[in-house]
């Protein structure tokens, strides 16, 4: 795969992630409509990694991580919005910690989330 192809796949799957972040909003499955939504922004920054180096992005879920291996400028409240956004990818997956985190999921905090997330998908 060349570059070109490599970041129309990243982003191509971005794309598809948000449509499920958001059908699973509608559908009210708010813990997993959060963790597609990690997932686009995922994507995206492994699209502009590639972009700029023409290499395999790292194998992480950690936004801040990727952030800074691009790397971008980010403010401090972006950088807190990452790392929120990389505990949805966490939390939704181990039992663990999952019950707690589908309670926080209402669906004022899921929409909250999914409008910031929002912002950083339409800029990609």
């Not at 994507?43 to 790397?71: F, G, Q, S, W």
């Not at 181990?94 to 997330?117: G, M, N, V």
């Amino acid at each position: 795969m060349d570059k070109k192809q490599s970041i129309q796949y990243w982003l191509e799957s971005a794309e598809d992630d948000w449509k499920v972040a958001n059908h699973l909003f509608e559908k009210g499955d708010y813990p997993y409509s959060l963790f597609f939504g990690h997932l686009t922004i995922e994507k995206i920054l492994k699209a502009i990694y590639v972009d700029r180096y023409n290499e395999t992005p790292p194998y992480t879920h950690r936004l801040v991580y990727l952030t800074e291996k691009i790397p971008l400028n980010l403010t401090e409240g972006q950088i807190e919005l990452f790392e929120t956004i990389t505990d949805f990818n966490m939390e939704a997956r181990y039992p663990d910690e999952k019950f707690s985190f589908k309670r926080k999921c209402t669906k004022d905090f899921t929409q909250k989330y999914l409008t910031r997330i929002t912002k950083g998908y339409s800029q990609k």
